[in-house]
């Protein structure tokens, strides 16, 4: 166990900063097209979107 506040870095905090730019380049990628629903249907991506700005409970608007 960590004393104090010092911490080390794991995982993608500790890949060099070439090697973390190179996975996130690749983004969602990994999932064919035809899987992805919000890039066949920008309405369900409106409609989620607006959802997820209401549950936040942002006050005033």
Same mark, same amino acid.
């Given at each position: 166990?960590? &004393?104090?506040? %010092?911490? &080390?870095? @794991?995982?993608? *905090?500790?890949?060099?900063? =070439? !090697? #973390? !730019? =190179?996975? *996130? &380049?690749?983004?969602? /990628? %990994?999932?064919?097209? +035809?899987? /992805?629903?919000? %890039? #066949? +249907? @920008? =309405?369900? *991506?409106?409609?989620?979107? /607006?959802?997820? $700005? #209401?549950?936040? $409970? @942002? *006050?005033? =608007?």
């Amino acid at each position: 166990m960590a &004393s104090g506040n %010092s911490t &080390s870095k @794991r995982g993608f *905090a500790s890949m060099n900063i =070439e !090697r #973390q !730019r =190179e996975i *996130a &380049s690749k983004g969602g /990628r %990994s999932v064919p097209a +035809d899987k /992805r629903s919000f %890039s #066949q +249907d @920008r =309405e369900l *991506a409106s409609t989620a979107g /607006r959802k997820g $700005g #209401q549950s936040t $409970g @942002r *006050a005033g =608007e």
